[in-house]
């Protein structure tokens, strides 16, 4: 199957200009000048998309996302429930990484990475973080090495919780041993390895993972860190674009819906963008929070719609590991959008090649739609 992408504004996320892209079986085989005559003449059906009027990038790649619903910390009733295909396409993500947080007895690994399996089959790019709040952290096998070495979609461990009373409060020791063992399962499986730390409003901050990378007992690499809801203070914030400087990535979340102001203090401080990324942490708010907090910075915000754009693509896909995800280029999957240049609304969405917004609609559902005469319309208060 062959989809011609022509006319649009293609960022990768760099500016490339007026490009069209060819996918070939869901990978881009082309990007540049493309002859439709010559590809139509093949004699192999060609989906050809009029991009004129729209800047084309990649899909979103969000690492954090309550996929199960969020933990409900006001007893059972204020569990959210889980997060659907058809709200992640609508936020413009093409790959999610899916989170346990605090509740880690009523939402299991095991729920999780059938989750993960289920989005997979229906055409997005899902993993999982191994783990939770605790420590030591749950996992589907007997660790997370082995969940990293035996169970395609987990890349790391995650979310341990610091600087929060809802952490166990590890001492370095555990979370040095924790943060090796989850960099040997990367080793071991091909995958990324690291270990992502929600990062508490407590009084400590980092100061945790600041110890471990500065006790000479320990050969801690700063890139097998990957701390997020860094945005929760100016103090947090300088420690994160410290840590940086180091060698982490670090990551903010748009919970509260600030991230333009987040991303002015964070280069007005000197941090380093190609060490940033964006998440959802959707749960109670869903993902589209994140596709409208891009937006709004891509319509308001001085910040390069290059660099932005790499914020939720290519440095995303470089801390996860992710080769062929995060980028436009020759060989990587078609995971791309279609975004109006004026409104940056979605377009179309192709996911792996495989179309799921067209033309603003959404033209791919849940399966277990299919035969359900289930009616369910739930509209949030915030």
């Not at 993960?116 to 993993?127: F, P």
């Amino acid at each position: 199957m062959l989809t011609l992408i022509e006319n649009g504004d293609v960022y990768a996320p760099e500016h490339l200009g007026e490009q069209a892209i060819l996918l070939v079986d869901g990978k881009i085989g082309l990007i540049g000048e493309v002859d439709r005559d010559v590809v139509e003449s093949v004699g192999i059906d060609v989906e050809v998309i009029d991009a004129s009027g729209c800047l084309i990038c990649p899909g979103f790649i969000d690492p954090h996302e309550h996929l199960l619903g969020g933990s409900g910390e006001e007893g059972f009733a204020t569990q959210t429930p889980e997060i659907h295909l058809s709200e992640i396409v609508c936020a413009g993500i093409t790959t999610v990484v899916g989170t346990l947080g605090v509740d880690t007895t009523m939402k299991t690994m095991a729920g999780l990475l059938a989750k993960a399996k289920a989005l997979r089959e229906e055409g997005l790019t899902a993993y999982l973080w191994s783990g939770g709040y605790n420590v030591p952290p749950t996992s589907v096998m007997a660790s997370v090495r082995e969940d990293m070495m035996f169970i395609d979609e987990v890349i790391g461990a995650g979310e341990v919780a610091i600087a929060d009373e809802r952490a166990t409060e590890p001492s370095v020791r555990e979370l040095a041993k924790l943060v090796v063992d989850t960099r040997m399962g990367g080793k071991l499986s091909k995958k990324a390895g690291v270990t992502h730390f929600h990062v508490g409003p407590g009084k400590r901050r980092m100061k945790c993972l600041e110890e471990m990378l500065d006790d000479e007992q320990f050969e801690i690499d700063p890139r097998w860190l990957y701390p997020t809801h860094v945005e929760r203070s100016e103090a947090l914030m300088r420690d994160a674009i410290a840590l940086t400087k180091r060698g982490s990535h670090v990551d903010i979340d748009v919970q509260e819906e600030d991230l333009a102001h987040w991303l002015t203090f964070y280069v007005d401080h000197g941090g380093d963008l190609s060490k940033l990324t964006v998440s959802s942490d959707a749960s109670k708010k869903g993902p589209q929070t994140l596709f409208e907090q891009i937006r709004n910075c891509a319509r308001g915000h001085r910040l390069p719609l290059p660099q932005l754009l790499a914020l939720v693509t290519r440095n995303t896909a470089e801390v996860l590991k992710l080769t062929r995800k995060g980028r436009l280029e020759v060989g990587a999957h078609g995971d791309i959008l279609v975004l109006d240049r004026d409104e940056f609304r979605l377009v179309h969405l192709l996911a792996q090649g495989k179309r799921m917004v067209d033309d603003g609609r959404l033209v791919e559902h849940e399966s277990f739609l299919e035969g359900s005469n289930r009616e369910i319309a739930l509209i949030g208060e915030g």
